[in-house]
Protein backbone atom coordinates (compact mmCIF):
# COMPACT_ATOMS: atom_id res chain seq x y z
CA UNK A 1 0.00 0.00 0.00
CA UNK A 2 2.88 2.41 1.02
CA UNK A 3 4.82 1.75 -2.40
CA UNK A 4 1.49 2.39 -3.99
CA UNK A 5 0.38 5.96 -2.76
CA UNK A 6 4.21 6.87 -3.23
CA UNK A 7 3.58 5.44 -7.45
CA UNK A 8 0.32 8.10 -6.90
CA UNK A 9 2.71 10.74 -5.29
CA UNK A 10 4.99 10.28 -7.96
CA UNK A 11 2.81 10.82 -10.98
CA UNK A 12 1.32 13.79 -9.43
CA UNK A 13 5.31 15.26 -9.56
CA UNK A 14 5.90 13.66 -13.05
CA UNK A 15 2.62 15.85 -14.06
CA UNK A 16 4.20 19.26 -12.37
CA UNK A 17 7.54 19.18 -13.24
CA UNK A 18 6.35 18.37 -17.51
CA UNK A 19 7.90 15.74 -19.68
CA UNK A 20 11.56 15.97 -20.25
CA UNK A 21 14.86 13.71 -21.37
CA UNK A 22 16.68 12.86 -24.42
CA UNK A 23 18.57 10.42 -26.71
CA UNK A 24 22.18 9.55 -26.66
CA UNK A 25 24.57 11.53 -29.16
CA UNK A 26 28.37 11.30 -30.28
CA UNK A 27 29.54 13.15 -27.01
CA UNK A 28 26.91 12.31 -24.60
CA UNK A 29 27.72 9.78 -21.99
CA UNK A 30 24.38 7.71 -20.14
CA UNK A 31 25.10 6.70 -17.06
CA UNK A 32 22.84 3.92 -15.67
CA UNK A 33 22.56 3.72 -11.93
CA UNK A 34 23.41 -0.22 -10.88
CA UNK A 35 23.20 -1.94 -7.26
CA UNK A 36 18.88 -1.48 -7.25
CA UNK A 37 17.36 -2.18 -4.08
CA UNK A 38 13.55 -2.74 -3.67
CA UNK A 39 13.83 1.10 -2.16
CA UNK A 40 14.65 2.12 -5.34
CA UNK A 41 12.94 5.64 -4.83
CA UNK A 42 11.53 7.19 -1.66
CA UNK A 43 8.28 8.83 -1.09
CA UNK A 44 9.78 11.48 1.44
CA UNK A 45 12.57 12.96 2.73
CA UNK A 46 14.20 13.25 6.30
CA UNK A 47 13.44 16.09 8.57
CA UNK A 48 16.49 18.28 8.24
CA UNK A 49 16.40 18.28 4.19
CA UNK A 50 12.65 19.00 4.23
CA UNK A 51 13.53 22.01 6.57
CA UNK A 52 16.58 23.02 4.63
CA UNK A 53 14.19 22.75 1.21
CA UNK A 54 11.14 24.56 2.56
CA UNK A 55 13.29 27.30 3.84
CA UNK A 56 15.24 27.85 0.22
CA UNK A 57 12.00 27.83 -1.23
CA UNK A 58 10.37 30.57 1.24
CA UNK A 59 13.52 32.71 0.38
CA UNK A 60 13.03 33.19 -3.10
CA UNK A 61 9.61 33.09 -3.24
CA UNK A 62 10.12 36.22 -0.69
CA UNK A 63 12.21 37.22 -3.44
CA UNK A 64 9.90 37.56 -6.59
CA UNK A 65 6.81 38.13 -4.85
CA UNK A 66 6.80 41.92 -5.74
CA UNK A 67 7.16 41.11 -9.30
CA UNK A 68 4.29 38.69 -9.45
CA UNK A 69 2.13 40.66 -7.22
CA UNK A 70 2.50 43.38 -10.08
CA UNK A 71 2.53 40.95 -12.73
CA UNK A 72 -0.38 41.02 -15.61
CA UNK A 73 -2.12 37.83 -13.98
CA UNK A 74 -1.34 38.65 -10.58
CA UNK A 75 -2.93 36.34 -7.50
CA UNK A 76 -5.88 35.23 -9.71
CA UNK A 77 -6.91 31.56 -9.44
CA UNK A 78 -5.18 29.35 -11.97
CA UNK A 79 -3.26 32.21 -13.32
CA UNK A 80 -0.43 31.77 -15.66
CA UNK A 81 2.67 34.28 -15.68
CA UNK A 82 3.78 35.80 -18.71
CA UNK A 83 7.02 35.27 -20.85
CA UNK A 84 7.94 38.96 -19.69
CA UNK A 85 6.82 38.40 -16.17
CA UNK A 86 9.29 34.93 -15.81
CA UNK A 87 11.98 36.58 -17.21
CA UNK A 88 11.87 39.45 -14.67
CA UNK A 89 11.72 36.45 -11.94
CA UNK A 90 14.52 34.54 -13.48
CA UNK A 91 16.52 37.93 -13.71
CA UNK A 92 16.04 38.20 -9.93
CA UNK A 93 16.73 34.43 -9.41
CA UNK A 94 19.71 35.01 -11.33
CA UNK A 95 20.85 37.86 -9.22
CA UNK A 96 20.87 35.81 -6.12
CA UNK A 97 23.35 33.16 -7.56
CA UNK A 98 20.18 30.41 -8.37
CA UNK A 99 20.28 27.82 -11.18
CA UNK A 100 17.40 28.29 -12.34
CA UNK A 101 14.82 28.12 -15.87
CA UNK A 102 11.51 28.71 -16.55
CA UNK A 103 9.27 25.27 -17.61
CA UNK A 104 7.45 27.25 -20.58
CA UNK A 105 10.50 27.97 -22.36
CA UNK A 106 13.11 25.62 -23.79
CA UNK A 107 15.90 28.35 -23.27
CA UNK A 108 18.53 27.27 -21.09
CA UNK A 109 19.32 27.52 -17.27
CA UNK A 110 20.20 30.77 -15.71
CA UNK A 111 23.85 30.52 -14.14
CA UNK A 112 24.15 27.55 -16.43
CA UNK A 113 27.70 26.71 -15.71
CA UNK A 114 26.47 25.75 -12.01
CA UNK A 115 24.61 23.16 -13.26
CA UNK A 116 27.32 22.09 -16.17
CA UNK A 117 30.10 21.97 -13.93
CA UNK A 118 27.94 19.71 -11.77
CA UNK A 119 27.12 16.95 -14.32
CA UNK A 120 30.03 16.84 -16.25
CA UNK A 121 31.96 16.25 -12.89
CA UNK A 122 29.54 13.15 -11.79
CA UNK A 123 29.73 11.76 -15.44
CA UNK A 124 33.69 11.62 -14.36
CA UNK A 125 32.35 10.22 -10.99
CA UNK A 126 33.19 12.43 -8.47
CA UNK A 127 30.60 13.24 -5.71
CA UNK A 128 28.32 16.59 -5.78
CA UNK A 129 25.22 18.23 -5.27
CA UNK A 130 23.73 20.76 -7.19
CA UNK A 131 20.36 22.93 -6.54
CA UNK A 132 18.22 23.85 -9.49
CA UNK A 133 14.98 25.83 -9.53
CA UNK A 134 12.49 25.44 -11.90
CA UNK A 135 10.12 28.05 -12.46
CA UNK A 136 6.46 27.04 -13.18
CA UNK A 137 3.57 28.51 -15.51
CA UNK A 138 1.83 29.57 -12.21
CA UNK A 139 4.82 31.64 -11.07
CA UNK A 140 5.61 28.42 -8.34
CA UNK A 141 8.74 27.38 -7.75
CA UNK A 142 10.07 23.86 -7.80
CA UNK A 143 12.89 22.99 -6.30
CA UNK A 144 15.45 20.36 -7.44
CA UNK A 145 18.37 18.84 -5.64
CA UNK A 146 20.34 16.52 -7.33
CA UNK A 147 23.16 14.29 -5.30
CA UNK A 148 25.17 12.09 -6.82
CA UNK A 149 27.17 9.69 -4.90
CA UNK A 150 29.59 8.63 -6.59
CA UNK A 151 27.56 5.88 -7.89
CA UNK A 152 24.19 7.24 -8.16
CA UNK A 153 22.09 10.19 -8.42
CA UNK A 154 19.20 11.36 -6.30
CA UNK A 155 16.76 14.11 -6.63
CA UNK A 156 15.14 15.53 -3.74
CA UNK A 157 11.87 17.68 -4.93
CA UNK A 158 10.03 20.49 -3.38
CA UNK A 159 6.91 22.21 -5.13
CA UNK A 160 5.67 25.76 -3.96
CA UNK A 161 2.62 27.48 -5.56
CA UNK A 162 0.86 30.64 -4.69
CA UNK A 163 -2.67 30.63 -2.67
CA UNK A 164 -3.96 34.23 -2.43
CA UNK A 165 -1.11 36.14 -1.18
CA UNK A 166 0.89 33.55 0.97
CA UNK A 167 3.50 30.87 -0.86
CA UNK A 168 2.19 27.16 -0.08
CA UNK A 169 5.06 24.66 0.21
CA UNK A 170 3.90 20.86 -0.60
CA UNK A 171 6.04 17.74 0.68
CA UNK A 172 9.37 16.78 0.10
CA UNK A 173 10.06 14.04 -1.95
CA UNK A 174 13.11 12.30 -3.16
CA UNK A 175 13.50 9.54 -5.94
CA UNK A 176 16.56 7.58 -7.39
CA UNK A 177 17.72 8.74 -11.18
CA UNK A 178 17.84 5.29 -12.78
CA UNK A 179 20.08 6.64 -15.35
CA UNK A 180 20.96 10.10 -17.35
CA UNK A 181 22.97 11.71 -19.52
CA UNK A 182 24.66 14.77 -20.53
CA UNK A 183 24.63 15.81 -24.05
CA UNK A 184 26.67 17.29 -26.71
CA UNK A 185 23.60 19.82 -27.27
CA UNK A 186 23.50 20.76 -23.78
CA UNK A 187 20.27 18.68 -22.33
CA UNK A 188 20.50 17.42 -19.25
CA UNK A 189 18.25 14.06 -19.87
CA UNK A 190 17.10 12.02 -16.85
CA UNK A 191 14.66 8.81 -16.07
CA UNK A 192 12.92 8.20 -12.27
CA UNK A 193 13.42 4.76 -10.87
CA UNK A 194 9.45 4.02 -11.24
CA UNK A 195 7.33 0.88 -10.71
CA UNK A 196 6.02 -0.69 -13.89
CA UNK A 197 3.62 -3.24 -14.76
CA UNK A 198 1.79 -5.49 -13.10
CA UNK A 199 2.68 -3.15 -9.84
CA UNK A 200 1.18 -0.75 -11.41
CA UNK A 201 -1.55 -0.92 -14.69
CA UNK A 202 0.06 1.55 -16.70
CA UNK A 203 3.70 2.48 -17.51
CA UNK A 204 4.61 5.91 -15.94
CA UNK A 205 6.19 8.52 -17.82
CA UNK A 206 9.62 9.01 -15.71
CA UNK A 207 11.58 10.84 -18.58
CA UNK A 208 13.01 14.21 -18.40
CA UNK A 209 14.65 16.37 -20.39
CA UNK A 210 16.48 19.99 -19.28
CA UNK A 211 17.97 22.31 -21.76
CA UNK A 212 20.77 23.44 -19.67
CA UNK A 213 22.88 25.49 -22.03
CA UNK A 214 21.21 28.60 -23.59
CA UNK A 215 20.77 28.72 -26.97
CA UNK A 216 21.72 31.85 -29.13
CA UNK A 217 19.05 34.73 -28.58
CA UNK A 218 18.97 35.11 -32.52
CA UNK A 219 17.91 31.36 -32.73
CA UNK A 220 15.49 31.55 -30.11
CA UNK A 221 13.55 34.79 -31.09
CA UNK A 222 13.05 33.46 -34.64
CA UNK A 223 11.74 29.96 -33.52
CA UNK A 224 9.45 31.91 -30.86
CA UNK A 225 8.18 33.97 -33.45
CA UNK A 226 7.90 31.47 -36.80
CA UNK A 227 8.59 28.15 -35.62
CA UNK A 228 6.74 27.72 -32.27
CA UNK A 229 3.47 28.46 -33.81
CA UNK A 230 3.42 26.47 -36.60
CA UNK A 231 5.03 23.22 -34.59
CA UNK A 232 4.31 19.62 -35.77
CA UNK A 233 0.61 18.61 -35.39
CA UNK A 234 -2.42 19.64 -36.75
CA UNK A 235 -0.63 20.86 -39.99
CA UNK A 236 2.39 19.78 -41.89
CA UNK A 237 4.37 22.49 -42.68
CA UNK A 238 7.47 21.52 -41.27
CA UNK A 239 7.02 18.10 -41.10
CA UNK A 240 6.85 17.60 -44.72
CA UNK A 241 8.98 17.67 -47.64
CA UNK A 242 7.70 20.56 -49.97
CA UNK A 243 8.76 23.60 -52.15
CA UNK A 244 7.71 26.02 -54.21
CA UNK A 245 7.34 23.55 -57.34
CA UNK A 246 5.44 20.56 -54.97
CA UNK A 247 2.41 22.09 -52.90
CA UNK A 248 0.32 19.20 -53.25
CA UNK A 249 0.82 17.40 -50.29
CA UNK A 250 0.39 20.19 -47.79
CA UNK A 251 -2.45 20.24 -45.28
CA UNK A 252 -3.93 24.25 -46.29
CA UNK A 253 -7.05 23.50 -43.99
CA UNK A 254 -4.43 22.88 -41.15
CA UNK A 255 -1.70 25.87 -42.34
CA UNK A 256 -4.53 28.38 -42.49
CA UNK A 257 -5.63 27.88 -38.96
CA UNK A 258 -1.92 28.15 -38.13
CA UNK A 259 -1.33 31.59 -39.58
CA UNK A 260 -4.82 33.17 -38.53
CA UNK A 261 -3.59 33.06 -35.43
CA UNK A 262 -0.53 33.83 -36.18
CA UNK A 263 -1.62 37.13 -37.68
CA UNK A 264 -4.26 38.01 -35.36
CA UNK A 265 -3.06 36.35 -32.06
CA UNK A 266 -6.47 34.41 -31.60
CA UNK A 267 -7.39 31.20 -32.31
CA UNK A 268 -10.00 30.62 -35.57
CA UNK A 269 -12.90 29.24 -34.47
CA UNK A 270 -15.15 26.91 -36.75
CA UNK A 271 -18.18 28.97 -35.34
CA UNK A 272 -16.86 31.92 -37.24
CA UNK A 273 -17.56 29.93 -40.88
CA UNK A 274 -20.62 28.21 -40.41
CA UNK A 275 -21.06 27.96 -44.11
CA UNK A 276 -17.43 28.01 -45.10
CA UNK A 277 -14.09 30.35 -45.11
CA UNK A 278 -15.27 33.20 -48.15
CA UNK A 279 -12.64 32.75 -51.19
CA UNK A 280 -10.75 35.84 -50.81
CA UNK A 281 -10.42 35.56 -47.29
CA UNK A 282 -8.59 32.24 -47.52
CA UNK A 283 -6.61 33.06 -50.22
CA UNK A 284 -5.29 36.12 -49.22
CA UNK A 285 -4.08 34.47 -45.87
CA UNK A 286 -2.19 31.52 -47.63
CA UNK A 287 -0.83 33.62 -50.08
CA UNK A 288 0.90 35.91 -47.40
CA UNK A 289 2.55 33.05 -46.12
CA UNK A 290 3.45 30.49 -49.28
CA UNK A 291 4.13 30.40 -52.71
CA UNK A 292 0.88 29.31 -53.86
CA UNK A 293 -1.53 30.60 -56.18
CA UNK A 294 -5.62 31.23 -56.18
CA UNK A 295 -5.70 28.36 -58.84
CA UNK A 296 -3.62 25.71 -56.96
CA UNK A 297 -5.33 26.53 -53.64
CA UNK A 298 -8.79 25.42 -55.37
CA UNK A 299 -7.09 22.75 -56.83
CA UNK A 300 -5.86 21.29 -53.57
CA UNK A 301 -8.72 22.24 -51.59
CA UNK A 302 -12.40 21.73 -51.34
CA UNK A 303 -14.03 24.98 -52.87
CA UNK A 304 -17.95 25.23 -53.17
CA UNK A 305 -18.25 27.04 -56.59
CA UNK A 306 -21.48 28.24 -56.15
CA UNK A 307 -21.49 29.76 -52.69
CA UNK A 308 -17.67 30.91 -52.90
CA UNK A 309 -16.24 29.61 -50.09
CA UNK A 310 -13.92 27.15 -48.79
CA UNK A 311 -15.10 23.95 -46.59
CA UNK A 312 -13.38 24.29 -43.15
CA UNK A 313 -13.94 22.76 -39.83
CA UNK A 314 -11.75 23.15 -36.58
CA UNK A 315 -10.07 19.67 -35.99
CA UNK A 316 -11.30 17.06 -33.49
CA UNK A 317 -10.66 13.76 -31.73
CA UNK A 318 -12.26 11.83 -34.99
CA UNK A 319 -9.27 13.88 -37.18
CA UNK A 320 -6.25 13.93 -34.85
CA UNK A 321 -4.74 11.52 -32.53
CA UNK A 322 -2.10 12.82 -30.34
CA UNK A 323 1.49 11.66 -30.43
CA UNK A 324 4.62 12.06 -28.89
CA UNK A 325 6.16 13.40 -32.14
CA UNK A 326 3.04 16.03 -32.05
CA UNK A 327 4.28 17.46 -28.86
CA UNK A 328 7.84 18.32 -29.98
CA UNK A 329 9.62 21.54 -30.25
CA UNK A 330 11.27 22.71 -33.35
CA UNK A 331 14.51 23.84 -32.00
CA UNK A 332 17.21 25.72 -34.16
CA UNK A 333 20.38 24.78 -34.57
CA UNK A 334 21.50 26.95 -37.68
CA UNK A 335 20.63 29.89 -39.87
CA UNK A 336 22.41 30.82 -43.02
CA UNK A 337 21.29 33.33 -46.05
CA UNK A 338 21.07 31.97 -49.32
CA UNK A 339 22.56 34.13 -52.09
CA UNK A 340 18.82 34.74 -53.27
CA UNK A 341 18.48 36.30 -50.24
CA UNK A 342 16.47 33.80 -48.61
CA UNK A 343 17.37 32.10 -45.43
CA UNK A 344 18.10 28.44 -44.42
CA UNK A 345 17.08 27.13 -40.77
CA UNK A 346 18.08 23.96 -39.69
CA UNK A 347 15.59 22.45 -37.32
CA UNK A 348 15.38 19.92 -34.85
CA UNK A 349 12.71 18.34 -33.17
CA UNK A 350 12.87 17.43 -29.45
CA UNK A 351 10.48 15.61 -28.07
CA UNK A 352 10.15 15.87 -24.09
CA UNK A 353 7.78 13.11 -23.91
CA UNK A 354 10.47 10.18 -25.21
CA UNK A 355 13.54 12.49 -24.38
CA UNK A 356 14.80 12.62 -27.62
CA UNK A 357 16.77 15.81 -28.47
CA UNK A 358 16.53 15.02 -32.22
CA UNK A 359 13.67 13.08 -33.83
CA UNK A 360 14.15 14.34 -37.48
CA UNK A 361 15.96 17.09 -38.75
CA UNK A 362 15.33 19.88 -41.06
CA UNK A 363 15.72 22.34 -43.20
CA UNK A 364 13.06 25.39 -43.51
CA UNK A 365 13.70 28.02 -46.23
CA UNK A 366 12.13 31.26 -45.67
CA UNK A 367 12.42 34.51 -46.70
CA UNK A 368 12.03 37.36 -44.18
CA UNK A 369 10.94 41.23 -45.53
CA UNK A 370 12.67 43.28 -42.80
CA UNK A 371 9.12 44.56 -41.56
CA UNK A 372 8.79 41.41 -39.13
CA UNK A 373 6.72 39.41 -41.88
CA UNK A 374 7.84 36.22 -43.32
CA UNK A 375 7.08 33.56 -46.45
CA UNK A 376 7.44 30.19 -45.81
CA UNK A 377 9.26 28.29 -49.60
CA UNK A 378 10.37 24.58 -48.36
CA UNK A 379 11.07 22.25 -46.09
CA UNK A 380 13.27 19.28 -46.53
CA UNK A 381 13.33 16.44 -43.39
CA UNK A 382 16.78 15.38 -43.65
CA UNK A 383 17.75 11.27 -43.44
CA UNK A 384 15.39 8.87 -43.28
CA UNK A 385 13.46 11.24 -40.61
CA UNK A 386 10.07 10.55 -42.28
CA UNK A 387 10.05 7.17 -41.42
CA UNK A 388 10.77 7.78 -38.03
CA UNK A 389 7.93 9.61 -37.44
CA UNK A 390 3.96 9.02 -37.61
CA UNK A 391 2.33 9.68 -41.29
CA UNK A 392 0.48 12.83 -40.71
CA UNK A 393 -3.32 13.11 -40.22
CA UNK A 394 -5.59 15.08 -42.37
CA UNK A 395 -8.48 16.12 -41.26
CA UNK A 396 -11.46 14.85 -42.68
Given at each position: ?298 RYVEFDEKKQVYIW ?39 RRTGNDCVITHVLT ?31
Open positions: MKRMMAAVMLVCLLSIQGCQREQENQESVQIVSENFSDNEWHPAAGGQEKKEAEEDCQEILENIRPIFENSERGLASNSVITDETAEEMLDKMEESGCAAYFSRICNGVRNYRQMQKFLKQSRKGEKGEILLYELCEDGGIGRNKFVFDGQEMMVIYTRTTWNDDSPVLHETESYTVKEWEYTKKGWFCYEFCVPEPPELSERINADRMVRVKPLKQQYLETASRYLYPVGYQKNNLICSNWDSEHLEDLDYRGMYECFYFMKNQEQCRASQYPDGIPGEEFESLLQEYLPVTTEQIRKGIGGRDYTPTAFGSSIPEITDMKENEDGTTAITVDAVCVRFDGAGRVKYLGNQVLGDGLEQIPAYQYRR
